[in-house]
């Protein structure tokens, strides 16, 4: 929405009026001793920070309309591959928000925070339950700080057993950019193994791989083409015969939930996005939330603190002297963690099997619908998303995987992931998740054909897309090249 | 049970509110995919990792059942609405206007991804940009990061990214950091190689001389917290000094940013880095998370800052929009070279602060600090003249300050609870030599009437 006459939507900056104000506060009930007399005069502020000064109406008004600059999943479908965009339940924000919860301070005594220990003692017993581990802690922000306590954790497993040797970690080709990154920060060297011509992760690769400088192996099953990997059996074998631990990366699980564990499969640890799988909002980029399951051998190394239960009752339990000490502070994003319970109580055992099945349904369903349309580079039945190559369109008539996802905009609808993974030239990678109905795959899947026609048709309407949003493409460049990182007034 | 209709099964289910697809709709589905039937599409897993049973969880929940059973286990915790609360030491009671929750929790940025597409979430990036820049205003720092996990965690990509700048292998950190950013800061630089010493407090601030003392040409740079975990204030611009004239960053970890509502901001005083926690700016207690991780530094260092940053530019019609950018310093592209994996991060907390610095505004965000001020002063001030309680150090604070307590602050705590008083925490958990210590919290959220009663009760214990 474009205000007549103004070019540029304002920043909240711009709304600024010297003396307004938006908020009230009590009159002091204390004495109004000076500043100065309270805190020695080299520690104030000269002047205020510069924010705005603005009324409440500004301020309603101002994020209100920014709202409506934004797409969301309440809005429309968002077949962001990878990402798992399914409906986030209204009434996970309303236990949230319950006061018991969002106004319980980390450091109430445990005897006064009972019933949220009893949440994470019981959220930690249904996802061992799910995937197959001993334990779960939910001390990771995200999935990539899952990645890195879960990296952690084997890292201190090789050292109390003198495996010191153990330096490298093993990445395919198709992983997700945090495999790699977070393998550096953990302080070890990344082998890339390269995918075989039916997309799984390449078996004599793989063997060549490993030694015994190998400490893991970070796999993500289904792996980021939306294909399970057929010889997970064989992966198991070389990766434990060489003395080296599993790891999976979570982002997936969705396609799998109540058909198989990774614990089954001979994972030693894995994380899950809470924020995907189990459905708590991505709130434009986070907060997520990524549990972290163990098998028995690596519960020691557990982040601390960790819940125990003493008859009735529960307690935080530091006092485990090779655990890897703490990630984040405090025990998680718990909030997140109470919207992931209420997920998995009011779906039960019956609901995840349905919630795998119907997402690899829905996929399936998009996927033989689409793949005469584009360039399909491992033609198998997917699970719960599929990957699509552009390069047809690309080649013919100079559109670009880039500019179909611009153009898919302008028809109302989220654009897939893109360029992702790397391994697929243009690709277009679609995940409708098991929330969508037929309907709106059907609308999504017209539109896509519609561009593919439009792109031999009428190439530059694809080109120079999109054209509805409120603003027109937008240079990146630029803004690479002159950062603008923040508002300044204009002198 | 199933029915089999032109070779198709279905197999017969309850239908599930949040998973559409109707028994008709997917015989539909698989006669598009030409296979028979669902469990067709799984053909790929082999039978040996296949799960032969149904999973054992507790049966599902109606809605009204499902908020029955959150309302018991939310019921039986002594929140901040059902007690008087002192407690602080990271994690902060303050008023959160209506406003703001309002805003933020609109699905349509509550339900939004990270922002891939541009030009159809101007929302949550411009949100994101006004966030970046009222956290300059508050710091006076040149740049921010769009968000991290939370101030520990902030605090620790902090050191690694000092360590990246400077190519030394020490980081030192004041024992007056937050026992947990310490334990975080550990835990993360300790694979890279990176080795951290700690520097003593004295009289409940950094020790000047042992800081002097640590700092060598291996120091990548030194961690102070600023007010302190004690709520002293430290003596920040002459640690900065230190650092500096040794070749080394000061990283300021803040982790009561209302603070700067009347502190000097760190980048007035030298900060090279500042991290922090950003869940006193709007966003709940939540039992510790999801919190926001701060992070800003000096433009200098833009190009290793982790995470993301969003920048304005223009599109192809020359108008201001906002993107994601300097990419390349992140994981999606730069893979095991990246500056950190950092990829989901709290963007709702980000803006659910800039709502509330907005809100709150210029004159809003000095007068709760002052509030803030006045108010643990008068509860310092009242509490220290009771016989057998003393303030542990002599350092200004700002709403945070240690007691040295008659009885263990543990029984305390307890004898406060049978007044419905929340009280401050035990540092004797985390410094054995402060078993006797008490860490109380006074916000604006307490009133006069409450410090008073608090009194009261402490001075009916001795």
């Not at chain 1, 509805?468 to 240079?475: A, C, E, G, H, I």
């Amino acid at each position: 929405m474009t205000v007549p006459g103004q070019r540029d939507f304002p920043v909240i900056f711009e709304f600024s009026t010297p003396g307004r104000v938006g908020s009230s506060f009590p009159a002091p009930d204390v004495p109004e001793l000076a500043l100065d007399a309270l805190v020695p005069v080299e520690h104030l502020r000269e002047e205020p920070a510069a924010l705005p000064e603005v009324s409440e109406l500004d301020v309603v008004r101002h994020y209100t309309r920014l709202s409506h600059r934004n797409f969301s999943i309440d809005e429309g479908f968002y077949p962001l591959g990878s990402c798992t965009m399914k409906y986030n339940p209204k009434i996970h924000e309303d236990v949230a928000r319950l006061p018991g919860f969002s106004r319980l301070h980390p450091y109430t005594p445990p005897e006064q925070a009972q019933g949220a220990l009893q949440l994470l003692w019981d959220l930690e017993r249904l996802l061992a339950e799910i995937s197959g581990m001993d334990r779960v802690t939910f001390q990771p922000a995200a999935g990539a700080h899952g990645e890195l306590t879960g990296l952690l954790m084997i890292r201190a497993y090789f050292e109390s057993r003198g495996e010191r040797q153990r330096t490298k970690v093993v990445v395919p080709d198709s992983a997700h950019g945090t495999n790699p990154a977070t393998a550096a920060m953990a302080g070890y060297q990344v082998i890339t193994v390269k995918s075989d011509a039916r997309g799984n992760m390449d078996v004599d690769a793989l063997r060549a791989a490993m030694d015994d400088t190998v400490a893991a192996i970070m796999l993500t099953n289904p792996n980021t083409l939306g294909l399970f990997e057929e010889r997970i059996t064989e992966v198991e074998e070389i990766v434990h015969g060489s003395g080296a631990q599993m790891y999976m990366d979570g982002a997936n699980f969705n396609a799998i939930l109540g058909v198989t564990r990774p614990g089954d499969q001979g994972f030693d640890v894995m994380h899950f996005n809470l924020h995907k799988t189990f459905t708590t909002p991505h709130g434009g980029g986070g907060p997520g939330a990524g549990a972290v399951g163990v098998k028995s051998h690596l519960v020691p190394f557990l982040p601390v603190p960790v819940v125990e239960r003493d008859g009735d009752g529960f307690r935080l339990d530091t006092d485990r002297p090779k655990s890897i000490g703490k990630i984040r502070a405090f025990y998680g994003n718990f909030g997140n963690l109470v919207r992931a319970y209420a997920y998995l109580r009011s779906m039960g055992s019956e609901g995840m099997r349905q919630i795998a099945e119907t997402a690899v349904l829905n996929a399936n369903y998009m996927l033989a619908r689409l793949r005469s349309a584009f360039d399909r580079p491992y033609d198998r039945l997917c699970k719960h998303e599929f990957v699509l190559s552009g390069m047809r369109q690309k080649r013919q008539y100079g559109v670009t995987t880039k500019d179909i996802a611009k153009r898919i905009l302008d028809y109302g609808f989220h654009a897939p992931t893109i360029y992702f993974p790397l391994i697929v030239d243009e690709a277009i990678m679609i995940e409708p998740t098991e929330t969508e109905s037929k309907r709106t795959m059907d609308e999504f899947i017209e539109a896509l054909l519609t561009i593919t026609r439009e792109a031999k048709e009428n190439p530059d309407l694809v080109r120079t897309a999109p054209h509805t949003t409120p603003v027109k493409r937008l240079d990146e460049v630029r803004a690479a090249r002159q950062p603008d990182l923040r508002w300044r007034p204009k002198a | 049970m199933t029915a089999r209709r032109k070779g198709v099964e279905v197999e017969r289910r309850v239908q599930h509110k949040y998973i559409p697809a109707t028994d008709a709709e997917r015989e539909e589905m698989l006669r598009a995919i030409g296979v028979g039937s669902v469990e067709a599409l799984f053909a790929d897993i082999p039978e040996a990792v296949r799960l032969d049973r149904p999973l054992a969880l507790p049966p599902a929940l109606s809605d009204p059942e499902l908020i029955a059973q959150l309302r018991a286990l939310a019921q039986v915790n002594l929140d901040c609405d059902r007690a008087t609360s002192f407690l602080g030491a990271g994690a902060y009671d303050h008023y959160v206007p209506s406003v703001v929750w309002h805003l933020a929790g609109r699905g349509e940025f509550l339900t939004a991804y990270t922002p891939y597409q541009a030009e159809l979430m101007q929302g949550e990036l411009q949100a994101g940009y006004e966030y970046q820049s009222m956290l300059c205003e508050l710091t006076g720092m040149d740049v921010a990061n769009a968000s991290m996990y939370d101030g520990a965690s902030a605090t620790a990509e902090a050191a690694v990214m000092a360590k990246d700048l400077t190519k030394r292998p020490e980081v030192l950190v004041s024992t007056a950091v937050h026992p947990e950013y310490r334990q975080v800061t550990r835990t993360y630089v300790a694979p890279l190689g990176v080795q951290v010493t700690d520097v003593p407090y004295r009289n409940g601030v950094t020790d000047l001389n042992a800081v002097e003392a640590a700092l060598s040409e291996r120091t990548a740079a030194i961690i102070i917290q600023h007010p302190n975990f004690f709520g002293s204030l430290e003596d920040a611009r002459a640690l900065a000094d230190l650092a500096h004239r040794a070749g080394a960053l000061l990283i300021c970890a803040i982790a009561e940013p209302l603070s700067l509502g009347i502190l000097k901001p760190p980048g007035a005083w030298g900060a090279d880095i500042v991290a922090g926690e950003g869940q006193p700016l709007g966003n709940n207690l939540n039992f510790g998370g999801p919190y926001l991780g701060m992070l800003a530094t000096r433009m200098e260092f833009v190009r290793r800052i982790p995470g993301r940053l969003v920048g304005a530019t223009v599109d192809t019609e020359g108008r201001r929009g906002f993107v994601l950018t300097l990419q390349t310093r992140e994981q999606h592209i730069r893979r095991e070279k990246a500056s950190s994996n950092i990829c989901t991060n709290e963007a709702l907390l980000a803006l659910a602060a800039a709502i509330y610095m907005a809100t709150l505004g210029k004159q809003g965000l000095q007068r709760v600090a002052e509030l803030n001020l006045r108010k643990a002063a008068y509860a310092k001030d009242a509490i220290g003249s009771i016989r057998g309680f003393e303030i542990a150090f002599d350092a200004p604070t700002f709403h945070e300050f240690v007691v040295r307590t008659p009885l263990e602050p543990d029984e305390l705590n307890r004898r406060l609870l049978q007044h419905n008083i929340l009280g401050g925490a035990s540092l004797g958990r985390w410094y054995p030599e402060l078993r006797d210590a008490w860490l109380l919290c006074v916000t604006e959220q307490r009133t006069r009437e409450e410090i008073d009663r608090l009194v009261e009760v402490l001075e009916g214990i001795r």
